[in-house]
């Protein structure tokens, strides 16, 4: 007799999960941490009433595969035009500084013998925080009216170009490090052919989804088919170029970036899917699979130098970027505290690499706590950096013309 007991579980998460979510808000806390904290308070950490399923793995890998896509679809190319190459000096140091840094505090508590899968885990927790999560600064910015200075303007693309280089060194360390896993010489080269693969058919997708946009830039077929088109990206890299994913996803998102007529219409309307059903459950699943449980002093010591680097690892690397583009001390110090926030892209690439076997179970609630506090210390830090500056009144941009 087949069991509907799913139909449960889905409105339990829906339900919790916007219950936290705006309880976390009321206290100026992202809702992403109320969704998490549902998944633990309800799951095997706190109450039991959750258990991870086959349902909920295969909903929340939808999940992750539309907010990589939702991320694509944001991606402004002309804003990374013109910051050019400050935003990429930043963005470069922004991922190598926290790889080495965050993966030495892995090594340092974990390495009892090196070997390579010892080096490829610390440097898949490396990866993890090389991520920044920008919504949290641009928020903060946009209170302070400094959303479109120069500090702002670098910011937003910099953190664009983050991702983009975080998401090519999580599928080369993934490819080395998973189950199946393959030399190094061969993951680069499934990677320089997937970019051609990408580039071929970007070319030709692009063309075809604006000709389509000129008569149904509005309708919700265009919106279906850039779905589609999402999940055809996402299974071609996984399956012929053993690339993650939510890397295929987040080009096909960039591939159609451009489309002014039908983006952001398109945008919306992934946005409202994603939300309504498929990120709850991605975020809950964090949360059930963060077991409080098995958490150790150890762990917990782990967790607090962890932190500390994710953090310094920020501020150092992209700081030092800014100033070698020749931006001020205090341009550079909040440029460097503007990328420490970690967010969504962090959890998708701690996810996978619990799928992959790249990160052990047992360490994966101090990460999720991590990334949480980072987030959380951002608004604070940035605003110490402006302190003593005359906030000159800018054209401010609400929050939802930016998720807009």
Not at 180 to 200: D, H, K, M, N
């Amino acid at each position: 007799m087949e069991s509907y007991e799913f139909l449960l579980t889905l409105a339990i998460i829906l339900l919790s999960t916007k219950v936290f979510g705006l309880l976390t808000e009321r206290v100026h806390l992202p809702q992403v941490v109320g969704a998490i904290l549902a998944g633990v308070i309800l799951g095997p950490s706190c109450l039991g009433l959750l258990e991870q399923t086959d349902f909920l793995t295969k909903a929340s890998e939808i999940g992750v595969i539309m907010l990589m896509f939702i991320a694509g679809l944001d991606t402004d190319l002309k804003e990374i035009k013109k910051t050019g190459l400050a935003a990429c000096l930043i963005a470069v140091m922004g991922v190598f500084v926290p790889i080495i840094m965050c993966g030495s505090v892995y090594w340092l508590f974990f390495a009892d013998k090196w070997d390579f899968t010892t080096v490829i885990r610390g440097i898949f927790v490396g990866v993890v925080f090389a991520a920044t999560s920008v919504s949290i600064t641009v928020e903060t910015l946009n209170e302070m009216g400094r959303l479109k200075s120069k500090v702002g303007t670098t910011l937003l693309s910099a953190a664009i170009i983050d991702d983009i280089i975080g998401i090519v060194v999580l599928s080369i360390v993934s490819g080395m490090g998973g189950a199946q896993a393959v030399s190094p010489i061969v993951v680069i080269a499934q990677i320089l052919l997937f970019f051609v693969f990408t580039v071929v058919v970007g070319f030709g997708a692009y063309y075809l989804f604006k000709l389509v946009s000129k008569k149904h830039g509005r309708s919700r077929r265009i919106a279906i088919w850039a779905l589609a088109f999402c999940f055809i990206m996402s299974f071609c890299a996984e399956k012929f170029f053993g690339v993650a994913d939510i890397t295929g996803a987040f080009f096909a998102g960039v591939i159609l970036c451009n489309l002014s007529k039908s983006r952001q219409f398109v945008a919306k309307k992934m946005t409202v899917a994603s939300y309504m059903v498929f990120t709850p459950i991605f975020f809950a699943s964090i949360g059930i699979k963060t077991n409080l449980r098995s958490i150790t002093g150890e762990i917990i010591i782990f967790a607090g130098v962890l932190l500390i680097a994710a953090v310094i690892s920020k501020i150092i690397g992209c700081g030092l970027a800014a100033r070698i583009t020749k931006m001020s001390a205090r341009e550079s110090l909040s440029v460097g505290v503007g990328m420490v926030a970690r967010g969504e892209v962090a959890l998708m690439v701690a996810q996978k690499g619990i799928d992959a076997g790249c990160i052990a179970p047992e360490i994966f609630p101090a990460i999720v706590f991590v990334v949480i506090l980072a987030a959380l210390l951002t608004p604070g830090l940035l605003k110490l950096t402006f302190s003593d500056r005359k906030n000159k009144p800018e054209l401010n941009i609400t929050s939802q013309e930016i998720t807009d």
